[in-house]
């Protein structure tokens, strides 16, 4: 059974603070819309998913927040409309000072089954948007005096996980984004770092993925015996967010119950 706590940290530099997601309607991505907003924070968040999207506003909005979460339907591998979706939101919510890239899909995919088309899709849904959604909201951050981006990794590369050539290329290749925008945009104050989780407990992953088997070969892998909950990435997120961790930047970190 896990030990779970309804009492996390406040952090009083998001209060107010404009920040964006992207896959925000679902999973990972909402667990981080919530907390940011529970927090004061100004949330922007994008998916695909415009009945997912409106629905966690809605239910976000019976809890009387500080401010309501701004939402714009859209497809992220579509360069353009992320553009200006988040040109969008900047309208609403100010200049952006902090970004989640979470936004991914993880659609299994054997060798053979592979064709140039669904490799080149895999990267658009799981990689490019990071960087062009970073350069949409740069210019903002560094007229603020900074910022902070955390690009959504995932462990499932360093173990080895079948039946994902593509999206674990496509994660791994996040690490090296870090580090790349880390080092071009820390002279302008503006932080990146990247989370990597490992099996989270998402409707999801749930009705997809975990089977009794997989639930076995998780809790022999991971050094705590409880599966990982949305909400525990959102609360790395949010610190590395906030101003508490000012001088954290091209780092890795996990969330994986120590699952290497």
């Known amino acids: 059974m896990s030990a779970q706590t309804t009492e996390f940290a406040s952090f009083p530099s998001l209060v107010d603070r404009a ?5 925000g309607g679902s999973g990972i991505g909402a667990a981080i819309v919530q ?9 922007g968040f994008v998916d695909i998913d415009a009945a997912a999207g409106a629905a966690l506003v809605a239910a976000i909005a019976q809890t009387a927040p500080r401010h309501l979460p701004v939402f714009r339907a859209l497809d ?4 353009g409309a992320l ?3 988040v040109a969008g939101v900047m309208e609403q919510t100010g200049p952006i ?42 210019d903002a951050m560094k007229s603020a005096g900074g910022g902070a981006i955390v690009n959504m990794g995932s462990m ?5 996980l079948d039946n994902l050539s593509a999206y674990v290329t496509a994660k791994s290749g996040i690490e090296g984004l870090t ?42 892998g991971q050094c705590l015996p409880d599966l990982i909950e949305p909400e525990d990435v959102a609360n790395l ?7 508490d961790s000012r001088m954290c930047t091209s780092g890795v970190f996990p969330v994986n119950g120590g699952w290497i």
Do not use: M, Y
């Open 19 to 23: 920040v964006l997601i992207t896959g």
């Open 35 to 43: 907390r940011l907003t529970g927090l004061g924070a100004r949330v």
């Open 76 to 79: 992220i591998t579509d360069l």
């Open 83 to 85: 553009k200006a979706g």
């Open 97 to 138: 000072r902090g970004l989640v890239n979470n936004a991914a899909n993880d659609t299994r995919h054997a060798i053979g089954e592979v064709t140039p088309q669904s490799w080149r899709a895999a990267l658009q849904v799981n990689l490019d948007h990071q960087f062009f959604a970073a350069q949409a909201v740069a």
């Open 156 to 160: 499932s590369w360093r173990v080895g």
């Open 179 to 220: 580090n790349g925008l880390a080092r071009e945009l820390g002279p302008d104050r503006i932080r990146v770092n990247c989370v990597t989780p490992g099996f989270v407990r998402t409707e999801r992953q749930v009705k997809l993925w975990l089977t009794p088997e997989l639930e076995r070969e998780i809790h022999a």
């Open 237 to 243: 997120v949010a610190f590395l967010l906030a101003d």
